[in-house]
C-alpha cells in the first residue's frame, strides 16, 4: 500500500522512502532541509526500523519546508488490525501542538488507509508528560501500568482532531 503525504493546518507529513531513511542513518541530511534539532534522539533508531522488510509506514514532520520530527508505525496492521505507533520532535518545535496535530492525522491515516482497528502507543515513560498529554489529546486512553511505563491505546471511535 502506497504511503501518502498527509497535510494539516501546519503541518506537512512527508512519507519516508527506504533510501531517505538509510541516508538519514548514514548522516547525510543533504536531501533535507533539517530544522534546529533534528534529527532528535530517537531519529536513528525509527529511520533504522524504516530500511527493514517489515517497515511500517513512516513520515518526515515538517513545517515551513524543515524537517522538525518523525513519526510512523513500527509495522503495517497486523491480522488484528492493530499497530504500534511512535513520534518524536525536535527539541526548539516541542510545545507547540506539532506532536498531536502529526500524531492525530497519521492515526487518522492509519484507520482510514491502512485499515487499522486499533493504535496501541506501549513503553511510555511514565515521567515524559509531554508525550502522555499528546496521546491523550489524540484520544488514546491507558490500558495499562507498570512501575515507569504506560501503555496506551486508541479505537477508530475516540480519536480527535486537535492540537
Known sequence: MPVRRIETERLILEPVT??????????DFSSLDAAEGWPHDDTTDA???????EAGPGWLITTGGSVIGDC??????????EVQIGYG???PSRGHGYAT??????????????????ITAVDVLSDNLPSRRVLEKVGFTVTDESHDHLSYALAP????SRR
Open 89 to 91: 520532535l525536535a527539541a
Open 47 to 53: 529511520m533504522t526500523m524504516m530500511t527493514g522488510s
Open 101 to 118: 496535530e502529526a500524531a492525530s492525522a497519521m492515526c487518522s491515516w492509519l484507520f482510514t488507509d491502512a485499515g487499522a482497528t486499533r
Open 72 to 81: 510512523g508505525a513500527y509495522a503495517w496492521p497486523d491480522s488484528t488490525g
Open 157 to 160: 471511535y475516540d480519536i480527535r
Open 18 to 27: 527506504p533510501d531517505i531513511a538509510r541516508a538519514v542513518v548514514a548522516g
